[in-house]
Nanobody, 115 residues
Framework: QVQLVESGGGLVQPGGSLRLSCVAS????????MGWYRQAPGKQREPVAT???????NYADSVMGRSIIYRDGAEKTVWLQMSSVRPEDTTVYFC?????????WGQGTQVTVAS
């Protein structure tokens, strides 16, 4: 069973930076795509940033230009670095790993942007 463990959430001041980590239980290149999603209460889970097995990245418009997703195969880890954070970035962030017809999710990590 694939396990994804997120960390790095917490309280961040507006305009500050955060880095979220997602450690996988197996080789991250086994997955077609890995990424970060977020879900606010009462809303659908939405993609924030993804990286495919070839290294191609995609970003939501809301985080474009202030976020970077990157990975290290040896560490089985995918990171999301976000700067210039805003109160509207406050929510739970989830790591996702995809293979054909299956998604694996982490347990989520809360990010709160507030003074």
């Amino acid at each position: 069973q694939v396990q994804l463990v997120e960390s790095g959430g917490g309280l961040v001041q507006p305009g500050g930076s955060l880095r979220l980590s997602c450690v996988a239980s197996e080789n991250i290149f086994n997955f077609n795509v890995m990424g970060w999603y977020r879900q606010a209460p009462g809303k659908q889970r939405e993609p924030v940033a993804t990286i495919n097995v070839g290294g191609v990245t995609n970003y939501a418009d809301s985080v474009m230009g202030r976020s970077i997703i990157y990975r290290d195969g040896a560490e089985k880890t995918v990171w999301l670095q976000m700067s210039s954070v805003r109160p509207e970035d406050t929510t739970v962030y989830f790591c996702d790993a995809q293979i054909p017809r299956r998604n694996y999710w982490g347990q989520g990590t809360q990010v709160t942007v507030a003074s």
